[in-house]
Nanobody, 122 residues
Framework: VQLQASGGGLVQAGGSLRLSCAASGLTFSNYAVGWFRQAPGQERELVAAINWSGAATYYADSVKGRFSVSRDNAEYTAYLQMNSLKPEDTAVYYC????????????????WGQGTLVTVSS
């Protein structure tokens, strides 16, 4: 199983970036996808997530109204559109795939991508 995050880079405050998460080696439509970020010296945080069909999404308060998560199951890819970027959005962004665990009745993140760096300059 491999998750490949890409699309990071350097952008000015107020700009936009679109991250992609390409999956292989798993039945992509069986998994929810989460986008996490980790800034230097900070804990990793979940910023957005999308269920297997794309019908349900979650956003952290810090990114609501600015970020949009989507997926294309036919292409085995998830996306994170980031608009109105702020310097505090600077972090390494990771995508992860969560499978449903019948034993716990919860989704748990099974697979992680390698991360892509987003740097927002002021």
């Amino acid at each position: 199983v491999q998750l490949q995050a890409s699309g990071g880079g350097l952008v000015q405050a107020g700009g936009s970036l679109r991250l992609s998460c390409a999956a292989s080696g798993l039945t992509f439509s069986n998994y929810a996808v989460g986008w996490f970020r980790q800034a230097p010296g900070q804990e990793r945080e979940l910023v957005a997530a999308i269920n297997w069909s794309g019908a349900a999404t979650y956003y952290a308060d810090s990114v609501k109204g600015r970020f949009s998560v989507s997926r294309d199951n036919a292409e085995y890819t998830a996306y994170l559109q980031m608009n109105s970027l702020k310097p505090e959005d600077t972090a390494v962004y990771y995508c992860a795939a969560a499978g449903y665990k019948a034993t716990t009745g919860q989704y748990e993140y099974d697979y992680w991508g390698q991360g892509t760096l987003v740097t927002v300059s002021s």
